[in-house]
């Protein structure tokens, strides 16, 4: 969420800072800080859109401290629907109360003109998403590589250890992608126990019904888990087990095509009615054909025919119907709690995306019917807005655009094809922000963030095997807005690389359930634990605004905000510290942790202010006048919070460490972020709960 930023316009003498309704909290007002000009020098507004038209309501001026101004207003929005938008109309007066300049300010910034509707300010009046989903760690599974119950694997009849890893070499003549090696859901419920201590609440389990292949993204019975993983039993078996951990299970499910193995379809001629050799099938209907008769295919890929959602035989198999794919295993006795719709883009009408967010609403409108509580995710590769941004639509999106391409290519250097793209850590922060833009918190803090998936080459891989860096990432995902999700081995560390272990390799489950692989994976799996308690522990994490207070070439700086309760990051990725002038950097977290109890009424008199003050929220166009007023402000007010501080990389946390960062954050001109790390300063419970 673009918080502000400063123009270098000398005609827009203030900035401005809002942070958006985070889940939980009350709906009904609205808040706005502005420094930089006297108060009874500013006529704000607050604009809403109820029915899609503009209605404005004047804020009131409640107090100011150290020049920072707080304006309030009710939002009245019950007459509009749940997806709300707002925006804030500035006006500067002069000393005769005219208005000689005007400003709006919305998720984009600060602009001249009124900003479009979608780059408003948005929340949903009433959240729609599970309760239970933004306090989530995820551990994404590929089941036929991940553990087997029999605790071994088996590749084309030689058996291999789960206790140690198996190098590369090993399948030099074998291509794992083509064979099963033994991974199975009963193999996963003997991890349970594993998972559970690594700090993991949620499995996500990539396909796991009827196919010929391995990765059963060709599905061709989905009313049965294939029998290399147990079969129907083990789902049942895991699902309980799971219930006993307090974990949830979200599967993946391929709704825009088939494989074409399926009955429906039948390649190869078993039951003489398939779709594809005879046009007067009758599944031909579930399928779209060209005028040379020739199949339309998802993603390309001739194994996966592309189901027709015009259809009503397909819209009853897959979700209308009462035993549909969709309502079926998310009723008991399986009972798992969401679906990760995969290529969520592709699902459509007659072999096309017609319709798609039409279609998307519907799958999710049945699941809903049949556990309100259900957790749908769309398995976007690209930009998911426009169905994260539709009512009834999906929860939430695998979150390729605003987080894992821009962190790759901010540690790595490459994209997800795996090309040179350097990125900085101002473009990290702008791609975060222009992604960010017209989606509601609600949907933000619900965004699944990953490092790896089962569709890449491993992170520690592309980071060149550097360790500091690795840990760093790992935290900055645990601390970024939205849900972390480990990828199956991402703990081993050193290992991947060592043993060249893939996105498809064999996980030594055993070696890793008894953290005997290597001193730095053991320490990893620790730090994973340490991360996820720090991130239950501060609501600010799980459900809070995120704001950049610093982004240059090699490092970021974000601020989670919620309620009483906030998170200082500071990342690092180049060899040598960095050092940023402290300034007003920090606020965002004075004006919303100080002045909302705190301010003070101003009845001075009239005068301008002037330009002297920066608020680089977003770390670019500083303006050089400024001389850090506020510091005493932010001393004063940090000073009474009970600060943890946490760092991850070549720097670790240390007593000597914390002293000195606490020091220099409550009492110097500068911040240090030191190299190849990330640091956490998370506020506990602050004396004003103790007392």
Request: hydrophobic share 35%; charged share 20%; glycine share 8%.
């Amino acid at each position: 969420m673009r918080q502000n930023t400063n123009s270098p316009r000398a005609s827009l003498p203030f900035q401005c800072f809002h942070t958006c309704t985070a889940p939980g909290r009350d709906h009904s007002t609205a808040v706005l800080f502005v420094r930089g000009a006297h108060h009874k020098r500013l006529q704000i507004h607050l604009v809403t859109f109820p029915l899609q038209e503009p209605v404005r309501t004047a804020m009131k001026y409640t107090g100011s401290s150290y020049g920072i101004h707080r304006f309030v207003s009710p939002i009245d929005m019950d007459r509009g629907t749940n997806f709300q938008r707002y925006c804030f109309k500035i006006a500067l007066l002069d000393e005769q109360q005219q208005i000689i300049d005007v400003v709006w300010y919305s998720s984009l910034g600060m602009s001249r003109e009124r900003p479009l509707l979608r780059h408003c300010f948005a929340f949903e009046l009433f959240s729609t998403h599970p309760d239970w989903s933004t306090d989530m760690i995820i551990y994404e599974i590929f089941p036929d590589k991940f553990a087997s119950s029999r605790g071994h694997f088996t590749v084309d009849g030689t058996v291999y250890s789960a206790e140690t890893p198996v190098k590369a070499r090993e399948f030099e003549y074998k291509d794992l992608d083509e064979v099963h090696c033994g991974g199975d859901l009963d193999g996963i419920s003997d991890m349970l126990p594993y998972l559970r201590q690594l700090g993991v609440d949620t499995i996500y389990l990539t396909p796991i019904f009827q196919a010929p292949s391995v990765h059963k993204f060709d599905t061709c019975d989905y009313d049965t888990v294939d029998a290399h993983f147990g079969g129907n039993g083990a789902l049942k078996r895991l699902r309980t087990l799971s219930q006993g951990y307090k974990m949830h299970i979200l599967l993946q499910g391929c709704f825009s095509h088939t494989g074409d193995n399926h009955p429906w379809f039948d390649r190869q001629e078993r039951t003489g009615k398939g779709a594809l050799h005879h046009k007067d099938s009758p599944y031909r209907e579930l399928y779209t054909f060209n005028s040379e008769g020739e199949a339309v295919y998802g993603l390309n890929q001739a194994t996966m025919p592309k189901l027709d959602y015009n259809s009503k035989q397909v819209r009853h198999a897959m979700f209308e119907g009462e035993n549909s794919v969709i309502k079926k295993w998310l009723r008991a006795p399986y009972g798992i709690d969401g679906w990760v719709l995969d290529s969520a883009s592709q699902i459509g009408d007659n072999g096309t995306s017609r319709n798609n967010l039409k279609r998307l609403q519907q799958l999710c409108q049945s699941a809903r019917e049949t556990n309100l509580e259900c957790f749908m995710v769309g398995d976007f590769r690209s930009d998911a807005r426009n169905a994260i941004n539709c009512a009834g639509n999906v929860d939430s999106s695998i979150n390729y655009t605003g987080f894992l391409s821009p962190i790759r290519a901010f540690y790595g250097g490459v994209n997800l094809n795996g090309e040179p793209t350097p990125y900085t850590g101002e473009d990290l922060r702008r791609t975060f922000e222009d992604y960010s833009v017209g989606i509601s918190q609600q949907v933000k803090v619900c965004l699944i963030n990953q490092l790896d998936n089962h569709r890449m080459p491993r992170f520690f891989d592309i980071i060149g095997g550097d360790k500091h860096l690795y840990l760093s990432a790992l935290a900055t995902m645990y601390m970024w807005r939205g849900i972390p999700c480990l990828y199956q081995g991402d703990e081993m560390g050193d290992i991947i690389a060592q043993y060249q272990i893939g996105e498809h390799a064999l996980i030594p489950f055993i070696g890793l359930r008894n953290h005997k692989l290597s001193p730095y994976s053991a320490d990893l799996q620790a730090c994973l634990m340490e991360l996820g308690k720090i991130r239950r522990s501060n609501p600010a994490i799980t459900r809070g605004s995120m704001v950049f207070f610093s982004a240059g070439g090699s490092h970021i700086g974000f601020l989670r905000l919620y309620d009483h309760r906030f998170c200082i990051t500071m990342v690092n990725v180049s060899r040598t510290q960095v050092k940023i002038e402290q300034g007003s950097a920090l606020f965002p977290l004075l004006a919303a942790m100080y002045l909302p109890e705190d301010c003070q009424e101003d009845l001075s008199e009239i005068h301008d202010q002037g330009e002297t003050l920066l608020i680089p929220l977003s770390g670019r166009n500083v303006r050089r006048t400024d001389h850090g007023e506020g510091l005493e402000a932010l001393y004063e007010m940090l000073s009474r919070e009970q600060l943890a501080v946490y760092s991850y990389g070549a720097t670790r946390t240390s007593k000597d460490f914390e002293g000195r960062l606490l020091k220099e954050l409550t009492q110097g001109k500068t911040i240090t972020f030191p190299a190849r790390s990330t640091v956490i300063i998370s506020n506990a419970d602050n004396l004003r709960e103790l007392q």
